[in-house]
Structures are given as C-alpha cells and as structure tokens.
C-alpha cells in the first residue's frame, strides 16, 4: 500500500476511479496510481474542456459573461475573465503552452503588465 494511503481512514481511490469525469480518472491513475495513461492532450479535446475554449477572442482574452461590466470602470474585466478560463484549462485538464489558445491567452494576460512587472486589472486596481 502506497505511503499516503496508509494515513487515510478511507480509499479513495474506487470513487475516483469509477468519477464520471474522464480527467479525474486520467489523473487519478497517472498521479495516484504511477501508471502510464499517456499524453494528456486527449483531455484537450473533451466537450467540458473544448466549452472553455469557446470564445476566446482574437486578442487571446475572453469576454467576461457578466452583465454590467461597466459597473467597475476599474476592473479589467476581460482579464479577469482570462485568469478563470486560464486556471480551469491548466488545472483540470493540463493545458500547457503547447496548445496555442493557452500560448494566446498568456500573451494577453502578459500585455497587462505594468511596467514594474505586476499585473493589475483584475480586481480593480488591487
């Protein structure tokens, strides 16, 4: 039995095994499991990762869903917005820079940046 295992009451790994989310099984076996599931780009092209990629403007940014963007002159909404769907890409399925939505994306989030090297925008003027 594998070293974290030993310190959990319950084995997780029959409910994240049988998930119906194709990405929660492929990480649970490559991660969990130390098996060789192979590349991770598949995940790119599942339905719940391809809706996230809808969208993305020809800047590299997305559109912020919300319905009164105005409200907040000083939120940078489509950054915001960017940070999400950039988070989710990268977080649940593995996106990398390989893939050119999130190579777009990055130099978006990157042409916000000020000159002293922070980027602001998201959260007002933070």
């Given at each position: 039995m594998s070293l974290w295992r030993i310190k959990l009451s319950l084995n997780p790994l029959?409910?994240?095994l049988a998930s119906k989310y194709e990405a929660v099984r492929y990480f649970t076996r490559r991660d969990l499991l130390n098996e060789d599931v192979g590349p991770v780009s598949p995940?790119?092209?599942l339905p719940e990762s391809r809706r996230l990629l809808r969208g993305q403007q020809d800047d590299g940014s997305?559109?912020?869903p919300g319905k009164n963007p105005e409200r907040y002159p000083d939120v940078?909404?489509?950054l915001?917005?960017?940070f999400k769907r950039l988070r989710l890409l990268v977080g649940k399925y593995?996106?990398?820079r390989s893939h050119p939505v999130v190579?777009?994306?990055a130099e978006y989030v990157l042409s916000c940046q000020?000159?002293?090297g922070d980027i602001r925008g998201a959260y007002a003027s933070q």
């Open positions: 029959e409910p994240l995940l790119w092209d997305w559109l912020y940078n909404y489509r915001l917005e960017t593995a996106f990398d190579e777009r994306a000020t000159e002293e």
